[in-house]
């Protein structure tokens, strides 16, 4: 029985998601939603609501060029993309005081990784209370940053805020400005950083936050988080600051602050993104944070924090002799590095051979390919410029991309569980030689 929910909730989630984009699709080539550039594509409206369903932020036409129905569409897709379907879904039932029957609970803790269930329920509540609250509170303070630069009118100011702050907790880095945030105040660039990396942290890491006693220890999961995602945001903050020193016109430390908060999953840019300009080290340590993403149940892609973490600390007890995985006086079992390697192996994978067709299909350079795949993949929404100039192989490589790294870390995570089998057959061991 478990193992058919485990079936059912894998179809519920990648279906619930096509369904979100293939309509999204449909409203796009609304008459009345229109583009400054002229007729839009059914491959351009594809890309475009596969963009802000997956919360990616890669385009093909600017989102500026759209009217407004069209990037209230956009914005639409991008929160219920963000959310998920089925989550937000459950959480609306909740809300409405309907308890929901032991199968969708099931199917609900099982997506949660193991989330305990009778807490299920609290968390739907956590999930939306939490995004209402962030997104409302980062709408304010962006209005007033608008407004403090002296550019706009209120109601101007009042629809960029909401816009940039649904798009930036979502982490979806869709901005209604063709250069993204180059040359915004560092108050709208702190507001908007904030706000990604709480839509980062993850739904299970806010919960356990919120519910915290002083007679409550926090698990593993949620350190880990908070480490991993500190460590991050550090080293990337004085790698980019290092590798873009250019004397007088060398990247800020907010600047270099900004790009490490938002290379892992935002797809905001506060300095210009060319590959003549950028330092190679700059683009290789982008890649590397792109496929690394957001951590579990937040807003983000990527293969996940705490993926790349226990990759990282296994091959740490591994150069220390350790037979086992410790991690805060704990082992961790097994069963989780072998599918967090899996994961990383998997990744890594789509990410080589999708921008070895990049590179045939756009005539670009192995690194610019990769750059723009790591941004599908990881759905972030950088670019080196490839997605927009992109022909219409190259549009459904990244569109297939951005598809699979949003569902790609749950339906992996699933469908590794349902292969889980229990058996008291143990047999012989022997070594391999490794070198």
Known sequence: MTLSFLKKSQLYFIFSFLGAIIIGTLLLKLPWVTHSSG??????????????????????????GFNLAGQLIILALIQIGALGIMTLTASIIVLMGRKMNYSNTIILSNLSDSFPLKSVEALLRTILTFSIVIEFVGFVLLTYGFLLEGKHEFGEAVYLALFHSV????????????????????????????LIILGGLGVYVIYELSHLSHKHFLRIHTRLVLISSLILIVFGTLSFKILEYQGSTS???????????????????????????????????????????ASPGGTGGGMKTTTAALVFISLYNTFKGSSKVLLF???????????????????????????????????????SAFFEVASALGTVGLSLGISENATGAGKVILIICMFVGRIGPFTMFLFLLGKEKSSRLEYPEERVILG
């Not at 800020?252 to 993104?273: C, E, H, K, P």
């Open 329 to 367: 006086k704990r082992e961790i079992q097994q069963n989780n590095v072998l599918k967090a390697f899996t994961i990383m192996f998997t990744f890594i994978t789509i990410s080589m051979v999708a921008a070895t067709w990049l590179t045939a299909t756009e005539n670009a350079s192995l690194g």
């Open 39 to 64: 007729t839009l594509e059914w491959l351009d409206a594809l890309f475009i609501s596969t963009s802000a369903v997956c919360v990616t932020g890669l385009v093909t036409v600017t989102t500026s």
């Open 167 to 194: 798009s930036a907790f979502c982490n979806a880095g869709f901005s209604t400005f063709d250069t993204s945030l180059i040359g915004m105040s560092p108050f709208i660039k702190i507001v908007i950083s904030a």
């Open 251 to 293: 990247v800020s430390w907010l600047d270099a602050y900004f790009q490490s908060v938002t290379a892992r999953t935002a797809g905001f840019n506060t300095i210009t993104m060319n590959e003549l300009t950028l330092h190679p080290g700059s683009i290789i340590i982008f890649i590397t944070f792109m496929l690394i993403g």
